[in-house]
């Protein structure tokens, strides 16, 4: 049966006893740190709510400025053997281990080791995710775990946006979740945050390594999201698809012929439906066929003319012609 989460609040704590309190809360929620609030007194809002997701666990921090720190001394105490990710949902915080430091925007994340010593600053009150993810899931799948460290992540461009989205998607799940799907799930988001910071090759080529292995149904999701993104782009390549999400340019065209459909002809598939949906959309009428279709990724004009007949049986203009025509 899944357990319900855990919350801790300051808010019932009489204001001199806040801030004490809120340190003891990091100390159960995560591993020994020093936080250090950003005001020397009055009130302190601060609450962790806390659950898992398979061997994952998950937390909403929403909390009043502060730094925090992890000491040798502390790592010595407890190392704790795990990653810590953090992914901020209002405004911009900071991670710092290694010799490096992490500016994060909203929906981007990073990873810090547990085992090290490390900072993190939020200069403003903020709300984030952090995800506690056990060395023994994501190191394996990592090319250099240690390199990978306070490193930010995008979450609005590339593979970053696809595990940014997961993840934030993730923490809306409903606790009713089972077992076998939390740990399903779980297991996919690491999967996702390998991939996000160049680790997916490891994940494809050791399935043995121990850790969770990328699926060929979630590469091919992948590979699709990628195209999504790009579809504008006409100089677009099997091979830049399959440089961002980490496998073989053979490998892509397998996972796209395995599905039924070769990797061009679904490129051309989804270039043409977007075409067609600019056309009938009444705030693009001004537009010229030409217009959309180099906004969709057609070099050639007269191309996307002859490949949409042979798709949808009539010309773009008369596509936009029948969409667009008052209906009595």
């Given at each position: 049966?899944p ?23 990091v ?35 929403v909390?009043?400025?502060?730094t ?64 506690t ?29 696809v595990?940014?989205s ?27 945050v390998?991939l ?29 999201d ?19 999400v ?46 959309i ?27 936009r ?8």
């Amino acid at each position: 049966m899944p357990q319900a989460p855990q919350r801790w609040t300051t808010e019932r704590i009489p204001a001199p006893e806040q801030f004490a309190f809120w340190r003891d809360v990091v100390w159960e929620a995560f591993v020994p740190v020093s936080p250090v609030r950003a005001t020397d007194d009055g009130p302190f809002r601060g609450s962790v709510t806390a659950r898992s997701i398979g061997r994952i666990g998950l937390s909403r921090i929403v909390s009043d400025a502060q730094t925090v720190h992890r000491t040798e001394a502390q790592v010595q105490r407890n190392p704790g053997d795990v990653f810590f990710l953090n992914l901020p949902l209002t405004r911009a915080t900071r991670a710092t281990q290694d010799g490096r430091s992490a500016e994060l925007a909203r929906g981007d994340f990073t990873i810090v080791d547990s085992t090290r010593p490390f900072d993190l600053g939020f200069a403003e009150p903020f709300e984030q995710l952090s995800f506690t993810i056990p060395h023994a899931a994501l190191a394996p799948l990592l090319v250099d775990p240690v390199g990978a460290t306070a490193r930010p992540v995008r979450g609005d461009r590339g593979l970053g946006a696809v595990a940014s989205s997961a993840l934030r998607a993730a923490a809306t799940v409903p606790m009713a979740l089972d077992s076998a799907a939390a740990t399903t799930l779980g297991d996919h988001l690491v999967g996702l945050v390998a991939l996000a910071l160049g680790g997916v090759a490891a994940a494809v080529r050791s399935p043995s390594s121990g850790g969770p292995r990328l699926t060929a149904g979630t590469l091919l999701e992948l590979a699709r999201d990628e195209v999504e993104r790009s579809l504008d782009d006409a100089e677009l390549t099997p091979a830049d698809v399959a440089d961002r999400v980490g496998i073989s340019t053979r490998y892509l065209h397998r996972l796209f012929s395995d599905d039924g459909l070769s990797f061009g002809r679904w490129l051309l598939a989804r270039r043409l439906e977007r075409g067609a949906e600019a056309l009938a959309d009444p705030a693009r009428e001004h537009w010229s066929v030409t217009t959309i279709a180099i906004e969709h990724g057609f070099a050639d004009p007269s191309y996307f003319a002859r490949a949409f007949r042979t798709r949808f049986g009539v010309t773009p203009r008369q596509w936009r012609a029948a969409a667009l025509s008052p209906r009595g």
